[in-house]
C-alpha cells in the first residue's frame, strides 16, 4: 500500500522559508513523476512543482525563482523548499507521486495535505 505523507507547513511571515517533506511507503522513488500541488480555498488546484527523470523539473510561473523541489533517495522523501514566502502562497500542500518517468500528466497516489499560511 502506497503512502505519501507532507510534513514541515506551518504559519510563516511573508519573507520566510518553509520546507516541505514528502515521506513515502510502499513507493520507491525513483526516475517516476514526482510533484507538489496546492489548493487555497475556494480555488482550483494547481500544480506547483514536478520532478522526473535524472533531474527535470518544472515550476509553476508563480513559484520559479523562490521554490525548488528535489529527491532524495536514501531517504524515499520528496522536498519543496520554499523561500520568499508570499500570503498568496498561502494554501493546502499536496505532494503526488506516479508512475511514469517520461511524464507528469498523470498521478497516481496523492497524500493527504500540510497546511502552508503566509501572513503579510
Known amino acids: 500500500q502506497v503512502q505519501l505523507v507532507e510534513s514541515g507547513g506551518g504559519s510563516v511571515q511573508a519573507g520566510g522559508s518553509l520546507r516541505l517533506s514528502c515521506a513515502a511507503s510502499?513507493?520507491?522513488?525513483?526516475?517516476?513523476?514526482m510533484g507538489w500541488f496546492r489548493q487555497a480555498p475556494g480555488k482550483e488546484r494547481e500544480g506547483v512543482a514536478s520532478f522526473r527523470g535524472v533531474s527535470v523539473t518544472t515550476y509553476a510561473d508563480s513559484v520559479k525563482g523562490r521554490f525548488t523541489i528535489s529527491k532524495d533517495y536514501a531517504k524515499n522523501t520528496l522536498y519543496l523548499q520554499m523561500n520568499s514566502l508570499k500570503p498568496e502562497d498561502t494554501a493546502m500542500y499536496f505532494c503526488a507521486a506516479g508512475l511514469n518517468m517520461l511524464s507528469c500528466s498523470d498521478y497516481d497516489y496523492w497524500g493527504q495535505g500540510t497546511q502552508v499560511t503566509v501572513s503579510s
Open positions: 510502499g513507493y520507491t522513488i525513483s526516475r517516476r513523476c
